[in-house]
Each structure stands twice: as structure tokens, then as C-alpha cells.
């Protein structure tokens, strides 16, 4: 018989994030029919050993780095669950989250998936927990400065809300949603497939929610956001995101966009570099090795 929910949680190189993740979503699992599965990107730490000293874990292994959506679809088709929770590894689970979420989907057969309030490591809900669908009017507000409509910031925290983006940090989706729209779409190697998938959950009828129920989140915990390679492949998902969904729109329209999207993309490269050659100039006594 299917599992009520599956929880995947794709990993690379994070053990001791996805140890604590684990701990948490076995506690918020307590009578729930739920299962584990992980799904490591060929991390280069101890991650695979510690984790088959859990046997409640389902493990599957890459020989390589597929990116996020093709590990999360790995999980996907191997799992048979009435739900699917995409969970990144550097977040903990409050215990009420999971159920509160799960009676929420069965009382709302509308809703396509739910997320909830991610809190930042000093508990502040993180304006990332409910996000509009980055439409070219959306996009060019958010590039000037102008975050409230992107971060839907008019909603409340404390009660469900509809949204139109759900966080690939806490994706919970109802799999009959899944079969009708199709899997994450695997050209996002990392970051946008989160967008891309709620977009199309979207027109194809059905319902984003968020819930007051709570997770901390430790952003950037699991993947290094001061490298170049994550400047590429962050402003790449977005070129692949309006190419794929307003590429048709005219020139006069698509071409400022993406013309923002590499000014953008230019512009934290720049600062990117000033911030390395000024900690290189001056490096801080942190910054020295002591051994």
C-alpha cells in the first residue's frame, strides 16, 4: 500500500545540515505513513557513509552531480505516495508542520502544493516563503528595487493564504498534480525549477497555498552562493524561465528583460570580484589558517 507522503531531500556535501533535517523530519513524522528518501548528488563528503547507519532512510546514490530537479524526479518516480515533500537539506522541521500541512491538502482537494514560513536562523520569517510568478512587469519591479509585489508582501504571516511560487526549500505537492503537469523541468540544473513547476501547477488549475506552520531555514547552508559558478547558474535559470515562458512576447518587451537579467547577473560578478580582491588586500585575522 502507497505511503501517505515521501520526503526527499536531495544533498551534496551538507552531512551535517542533512543529519539535523533528518532528526526533525523523523519527529514531525510521528504517526504519519510517511518515508525518507535521499538522494545524493556524489558528494565528496562522509554523507553516504553516515547515512547507511540510518536504515529508515531510503538512499539512492549518483555517480554524479545531476543538479537538483533530476535528483528530486530520481525520488519522485521511485515513490508511489498520495504526497511529495521536496525538502532542501538545510532546514529543520517543527514538529506541527508536516500533519498541519497534510490535513490542509486533504481538506483542500484545490490545492496543487503548499508551502510554509521559512525562518532565517535569528526567526524572522523569510519574504521568500510567499513569491509572485517573476511575469516581466513582476521582473522589472524586483531588478529596480521594487521587491513588495515579487515577495506578495501585502498577505499575512499568521493565516493560509494563496500564492502563486512555492520554495523548492519546502515543496509539498499532491501527486495526482504531478501527474497532470509532468516532473521538475530538468533544463533548471539548480534554482528556478521551483518557479517553473508552480507556474504550471498554476495553469493547469490548480492552487499554491502558503501555511502558518514553520521551518527554519538556513539559506545558503547548502550551496555556496559567493562562487562564480553559483552567479551563473542562478541568472542561467532565470534566462531559461522567460525564455520558456514569455519568449514569445515581442522584442520590445523580452529584450529589456534580458537585458536586466545579464546586467544583473554582470553586476554581482563585479562585486563579487571587488569583495575577493578587497579580502585579499586586507584579509581579516579570520581569514588565516590556524593549525
Excluded at 519591479?141 to 499575512?156: A, D, E, T, V, W
Excluded at 495526482?176 to 540544473?189: M, N, R, V
Excluded at 501547477?201 to 559567493?226: C, F, M, R, V
Amino acid at each position: 500500500m502507497a505511503k501517505k507522503i515521501s520526503i526527499v531531500i536531495v544533498s551534496y556535501n551538507v552531512r551535517a545540515y542533512l543529519v539535523q533535517c533528518i532528526e526533525s523530519v523523523r519527529k514531525a513524522l510521528h504517526g504519519i505513513d510517511g518515508e525518507i528518501v535521499v538522494v545524493d548528488n556524489c558528494s565528496s563528503d562522509d554523507t553516504v557513509a553516515e547515512l547507511q547507519k540510518h536504515p529508515d532512510v531510503r538512499l539512492i546514490i549518483n555517480k554524479e552531480n545531476v543538479g537538483f530537479a533530476r535528483a528530486n524526479n530520481q525520488a519522485i518516480r521511485q515513490t508511489e505516495s498520495e504526497y511529495v515533500l521536496l525538502l532542501n537539506p538545510d532546514t529543520v522541521v517543527y514538529e506541527p508542520t508536516l500533519r498541519g500541512s497534510l490535513d490542509f491538502m486533504d481538506a483542500h482537494p484545490e490545492a496543487g502544493g503548499v508551502g510554509v514560513r521559512m525562518l532565517t536562523r535569528e526567526g524572522n520569517a523569510a519574504p521568500e516563503s510567499r513569491r509572485a510568478i517573476p511575469t516581466p512587469w513582476v521582473s522589472m519591479l524586483k531588478m529596480l528595487g521594487f521587491n513588495s509585489r515579487y515577495y506578495m508582501s501585502h498577505l499575512p504571516w499568521d493565516e493560509p493564504c494563496r500564492i502563486e511560487v512555492i520554495s523548492g526549500a519546502f515543496c509539498m505537492l499532491r501527486r495526482k498534480a504531478l501527474e497532470q503537469t509532468g516532473l521538475l523541468d530538468e533544463d533548471f540544473f539548480m534554482y528556478g525549477e521551483d518557479i517553473d513547476l508552480s507556474y504550471r501547477l498554476l495553469h493547469a488549475g490548480w492552487q499554491n497555498w502558503y501555511l502558518p506552520y514553520d521551518i527554519i531555514h538556513y539559506k545558503g547552508e547548502s550551496t555556496q552562493k559567493t562562487s562564480f559558478r553559483y552567479v551563473h547558474v542562478f541568472y542561467q535559470a532565470m534566462l531559461i524561465f522567460f525564455r520558456k515562458h514569455y519568449g514569445h512576447l515581442s522584442l520590445f518587451l523580452s529584450l529589456p528583460i534580458q537585458a536586466a537579467i545579464y546586467f544583473r547577473a554582470g553586476l554581482a560578478l563585479m562585486q563579487m570580484l571587488t569583495a575577493r580582491l578587497h579580502q585579499f588586500i586586507n584579509p581579516s585575522p579570520d581569514t588565516h589558517d590556524h593549525r
